[in-house]
């Protein structure tokens, strides 16, 4: 049981590029999320879904895009990568409603130069 | 709208003496309240969690921490520090037992100075 898992681990990216941050859990989690976390700054929602083929803006999503095709997998999409992206990024996931915590994965430190 | 607050940056404690990690919350329904641990380059960990009952709250590593209602706070204890125990703190908050959203505090990191 791998738990929640992030490719990639480090990532520098170029102003306009993009890229896709994967995320896959093996605990049949309904509920996935991805946070961002800023230096001195708590984490910050950026997307989430409660299942397949169910997804939701979170408190950041601006210059991202999410999809779940499958319960494992929540990629994150960066299409035009902006300075102000550099930050790590977090996947988490937890089973469902109720008062069940949350797995992070051991997140994703994207630099755009 | 939720909001935490972790009103210290930084906690410096000797190891074996006790220490707290603060938070106080915002919320306008019933709070779910959680604390998570960061060690350096790696994930959240989950130590403990209130949701009813029993204001004092146990968890992993000797941790504990007590829910107080009319003072909105929900403070991170432990009786005896440990050097290892050196990290960066997250308090969070969910609003309802339905809610999606999570909130996190900004962090506290705690040093224990041998």
């Known amino acids: 049981n791998a738990g929640v898992t992030q490719t990639p681990k480090f990532r520098i990216l170029k102003i306009g590029q993009s890229m896709t941050l994967q995320c896959t859990q093996d605990m049949n989690h309904n509920y996935m999320y991805w946070y961002r976390q800023d230096p001195g700054m708590g984490l910050k929602l950026i997307y989430y879904s409660v299942g397949a083929g169910i997804t939701d803006k979170g408190e950041v999503p601006n210059g991202y895009n999410v999809s779940r095709s499958t319960t494992e997998d929540f990629p994150l999409r960066l299409e035009l990568a902006a300075p102000s992206q550099t930050s790590v990024y977090f996947c988490?996931?937890?089973?469902?409603?109720?008062?069940?915590?949350?797995?992070f994965g051991p997140g994703t430190r994207l630099t755009v130069l | 709208a939720q909001s935490v607050a972790q009103p210290e940056d930084q906690v410096n404690v000797a190891e074996g003496n006790p220490l707290t990690v603060k938070c106080t919350y915002s919320?306008?329904?019933?709070?779910?309240l959680f604390w998570y641990v960061q060690y350096p380059n790696r994930g959240l960990q989950f130590l403990l969690k209130?949701?009813?009952?029993?204001?004092l709250v146990k968890g992993s590593y000797g941790f504990e921490a007590e829910f107080n209602k009319s003072q909105t706070s929900f403070h991170l204890k432990k009786p005896s520090a440990l050097v290892s125990d050196s990290a960066l703190y997250f308090c969070a908050v969910r609003e309802d037992n339905y809610g999606q959203n999570f909130v996190f505090g900004p962090g506290t990191r705690l040093s224990v100075l041998p």
């Open positions: 919320v306008s329904g019933n709070p779910y």
């Open positions: 988490a996931s937890r089973r469902g409603a109720g008062t069940d915590t949350q797995y």
């Open positions: 209130y949701i009813t009952g029993d204001n």
